[in-house]
């Protein structure tokens, strides 16, 4: 059996409670990195392979471990290479230096403003050099999520990068099917919105969510963050990201008291919701994508390079998120649906999946769809599993709702009380072989000045007293 381990928050295959999942962060803080960790091992199961996720975190001290157990490491990634995860990139690096097996890296991006300008990278590029020597080194090539990250590596000297974009959209191999279902979006239209806290409050994506929600009263919002989805299912306001009331996950916001937010943790519910609706858009690059894997057209509001570059790829219906917030009317969803055309999307995919799949090809990596049953068993296997729901908001009282917290809550708190129970006999145990070990040591011999001192230092005394009568 030919094993890969695979850098995700879980696998696709664990049923987690809402309150375990939130609690332990599986959506490594933004719940689309499962939406492309997920594509990505169903892509690489085949007869004969075996995918294993080893979590989101970097453990250093597993190399040999890795090395020992494991056939190839596969790494997908996203906007990795930007400052405030440069230390995540360190420890990767350090990592992958000790492996000795095949590191293989999907659809890694640099993420700088919508001009493409690589500046605010430039205290970091040492960083990113030693990365990727570190990845070539372990494998032929190294995959990136569009033409700004390519062109930005091949400046740091590097020639092995293909860009092969994200293995979200490639969820059903060459197949995607996204189509325009109402002639025009009516005032009734189901809608999806989306956005990350920074569009919101720093780039005018608050003013466009109002706008559609005063028009459309069967608008959503898709939140996609950890903090998102512990303020609707908690109320938990501990996050910095609660400074944002704009959005639309925070309690005081009237779609959440309206109930009309979700998050989700599992990317086969997400997918499932998205069926139901007519149109999604906003910033948010992966909620998007999973509106189009659901067959709903989409348009993204880009940001920054991230999702600029990969809608160009993969030709995503777009806008420029600053050109859209001078002009609210222009992001209206009746005219970007109007605007918004799939057939450079889904005419071009076919391409663009033979060029992903010769990428694993040259880095010794078989697919499902060359080499296997296309998913059908990995989609047998999920449709067999029960995933809870999208994160709700909190508003009512009912005794389900408590039930289910308060459940969980209580679980906390006896498994907290019997490794506490465990921790005092452990410690009353070390405490107890200390004092036993300290008896068993002899009392140490009094020095020579201390045995002389204590011949000679009474009488001594008794002299000098004398001599002072």
Same mark, same amino acid.
């Given at each position: 059996m030919n094993r890969i381990l695979l850098r995700s928050g879980k696998s696709p295959y664990d049923v987690l409670s809402l309150e375990e999942a939130l609690h332990r962060d599986v959506i490594a803080t933004n719940a689309g990195n499962l939406i492309f960790s997920d594509a990505a091992h169903k892509i690489l199961e085949t007869p004969g392979t075996e995918v294993v996720s080893n979590g989101i975190g970097t453990d250093v001290s597993a190399a040999a471990r890795i090395n020992e157990e494991y056939d190839a490491f596969v790494v997908p990634l996203a906007n990795a290479f930007r400052p405030s995860f $440069? @230390?995540?990139?360190?420890?990767?690096?350090?990592?992958?230096?000790?492996?000795?097996?095949?590191?293989?890296?999907?659809?890694?991006?640099?993420?700088?403003?919508?001009?493409?300008? =690589?500046?605010?990278?430039?205290?970091? $590029?040492?960083?990113?050099?030693?990365?990727?020597?570190?990845?070539l080194e372990r494998s032929a090539s190294i995959g990136v999520r569009g033409e700004f990250t390519e062109q930005y590596l091949r400046d740091l000297g590097f020639r092995d990068v293909e860009v092969i974009g994200c293995p979200s959209l490639f969820l059903y191999g060459r197949d995607?099917?996204?189509?325009?279902?109402?002639p025009e979006l009516t005032s009734d239209a189901r809608i999806a919105v989306n956005g990350s806290h920074s569009a919101v409050q720093k780039q005018g994506l608050d003013r466009i969510i109002s706008r559609?929600?005063?028009?459309?009263?069967?608008?959503?919002?898709?939140?996609?963050?950890?903090?998102?989805?512990?303020?609707?299912?908690?109320?938990?306001?501990?996050?910095?990201?609660?400074?944002?009331?704009?959005?639309p996950t925070h309690p005081d916001h009237p779609m959440?008291?309206?109930?009309?937010?979700?998050?989700y943790v599992d990317p086969v519910t997400w997918i499932d919701d998205l069926r139901d609706f007519d149109f999604s858009f906003g910033s948010r690059i992966h909620g998007n994508i999973a509106a189009l894997l659901a067959g709903t057209p989409a348009t993204v509001l880009c940001g920054d390079s991230r999702t600029l570059e990969l809608c160009r790829y993969?030709?995503? =219906?777009?806008?420029?998120?600053?050109?859209a917030a001078k002009d609210p009317e222009a992001a209206d969803p009746a005219r970007l649906y109007e605007q918004a055309d799939p057939s450079g999307l889904v005419g071009g995919h076919g391409e663009r999946f033979d060029r992903f799949v010769g990428f694993l090809d040259k880095n010794g990596l078989r697919n499902t769809f060359t080499h296997g049953d296309g998913g059908a068993a990995f989609d047998k296997r999920m449709r067999a599993l029960s995933f809870p729901p999208g994160v709700r908001p909190w508003n009512d009282a009912d005794l389900a709702s408590l039930s289910s917290r308060f459940g969980w809550l209580q679980s906390q708190v006896?498994?907290?009380?019997?490794? @506490?129970a465990q921790l005092r006999r452990e410690l009353a145990k070390a405490q107890k072989a200390k004092q036993k070990a300290a008896a068993a040591v002899p009392a140490p011999a009094a020095s020579v000045y201390?045995?002389?001192?204590?011949?000679?230092?009474?009488?001594?005394?008794?002299?000098?007293?004398?001599g002072k009568q």
């Open positions: $440069e @230390n995540g990139l360190k420890r990767m690096t350090r990592l992958i230096s000790k492996l000795r097996i095949p590191v293989v890296v999907l659809g890694v991006g640099a993420q700088t403003g919508l001009s493409y300008d =690589p500046a605010r990278l430039k205290p970091m $590029e040492q960083t990113v050099r030693e990365f990727c020597a570190a990845v995607l099917d996204v189509r325009k279902r109402l559609t929600h005063a028009r459309y009263p069967n608008l959503c919002f898709v939140g996609q963050n950890i903090s998102d989805a512990r303020q609707l299912h908690w109320r938990d306001l501990t996050d910095p990201n609660a400074l944002v009331t704009a959005m959440y008291r309206e109930g009309k937010v979700r998050v993969f030709e995503i =219906p777009h806008m420029r998120l600053d050109k006896t498994e907290l009380s019997r490794h @506490n201390r045995r002389a001192r204590r011949v000679v230092g009474r009488p001594l005394r008794r002299a000098l007293q004398a």
